[in-house]
């Protein structure tokens, strides 16, 4: 598979918190490519923040191991439900671009719609196999494509989504991407393009935990290849 992988994630925090219940990790995967891990722990804070780290990371570790990808979903969910008996819920999505299978794996526990842009036509995703931690047979929902030059996919959390909501002004989210994918060139522009598009509706002060995964393929380059990885990280003191 001749593919540039291109990834971008831009988050925030609740206003008002110093934690984010959000977490976003990236794995590489050991038959080759990559893994995002997309966690939205119930409620903001502290506590969310440790929910989210816990399940991240138990997903991470099976991906490390060379699990497939529906049942790290599974297993992450039986963990979760057997951690807290059932009573705390997570969103969980893990996005894989998959060398072995030359395909891009949407593994959906989320019930936040996803964008994917495909051959110029923009879809509004909204399969999901609900959220983990709940009920006890929980399954995932696994979206797959092509791993092709061209693809573009957004994956955010619900504080993106209903970004807007309490102004009466919600944020639209496929006519939002719509106009990025067109007018950006890069993953990072649209990512940040999300996400500030989202601050915006909630008038510079977040309801609740944003964060935004920006994929694209691109072509191929015959030159030695050179992979980076570049961070952008404030801390309040």
Do not use: C
């Not at 297993?75 to 807290?84: C, S």
């Not at 997570?90 to 964008?115: H, K």
């Not at 909204?126 to 047979?137: A, N, Q, T």
């Amino acid at each position: 598979m001749d593919v540039t992988i291109n990834l971008a994630i831009a988050k925030t925090h609740k206003f008002g918190n110093r934690d984010s219940g959000d977490s976003a990790e990236v794995v590489e995967r050991p038959g080759g490519g990559f893994s995002v891990v997309v966690v939205d722990g119930q409620g903001t804070g502290a506590q969310a923040k440790r929910l989210s780290l816990a399940v991240a990371g138990r997903a991470v570790t099976l991906l490390n191991e060379g699990v497939r990808d529906g049942v790290v979903a599974r297993a992450t969910h039986d963990f979760l439900y057997a951690l807290r008996d059932g009573r705390v819920s997570a969103e969980l999505d893990i996005i894989s671009v998959d060398l072995a299978s030359a395909t891009v794996l949407f593994t959906r526990n989320s019930e936040v719609p996803m964008v994917v842009w495909q051959q110029g036509s923009l879809r509004l995703m909204r399969e999901s196999g609900g959220r983990i931690g709940i009920y006890r047979h929980t399954r995932p929902k696994v979206l797959e494509f092509p791993a092709e030059p061209g693809l573009v996919a957004l994956v955010v959390t619900d504080g993106v989504v209903n970004a807007g909501q309490r102004w009466g002004s919600p944020l639209v989210l496929d006519q939002l991407a719509a106009r990025l994918i067109s007018d950006t060139t890069s993953v990072s522009a649209l990512a940040d393009g999300v996400l500030q598009g989202a601050m915006a509706a909630d008038h510079g002060r977040p309801n609740d935990d944003m964060t935004v995964v920006a994929l694209s393929l691109g072509h191929g380059v015959h030159e030695q290849p050179v992979r980076r990885i570049v961070m952008s990280v404030p801390l309040p003191i």
